[in-house]
Nanobody, 124 residues
């Protein structure tokens, strides 16, 4: 079992920055790939970023590439999403997720555990 507890988020002006954190419990956390997704009102959950178990490989959606960075610290059981140059269209509830088995990194259904979600609102 893995429990994911998120923190960070909030209200920021366009062009600003935020960092989301995701704290994981469970001894096997460091063996799991991790991802970030987001969901805006009336829209489906959207892939944002993925990181492999060691942190050596990352993948970001085109919509956030160059602005967002996923990272992890396995010594602290933490995953982060650094968001720079935020835009109003980034407004959404953001979720971290853990993938136990190998799957499609961009598909929400292939992730097994989810954080509680945190609101990010970007004003223009």
């Amino acid at each position: 079992q893995v429990q994911l507890v998120q923190s960070g988020g909030g209200l920021v002006q366009a062009g600003g920055s935020l960092r989301l954190s995701c704290a994981a419990s469970g001894r096997t956390y460091s063996t799991y790939a991790m991802g970030w997704f987001r969901q805006a009102p009336g829209k489906e959950r959207e892939f944002v970023a993925h990181i492999n178990w060691s942190g050596s490989i990352t993948y970001h959606a085109d919509s956030v590439k160059g602005r967002f960075t996923i990272s992890r610290d396995n010594t602290q059981n933490m995953v982060y999403l650094r968001m720079n140059d935020l835009k109003p269209e980034d407004t959404a509830v953001y979720y971290c997720a853990a993938m136990v088995k190998v799957g499609q990194r961009t598909l929400a259904r292939d992730y097994d555990y989810w954080g509680q979600g945190t609101q990010v609102t970007v004003s223009s």
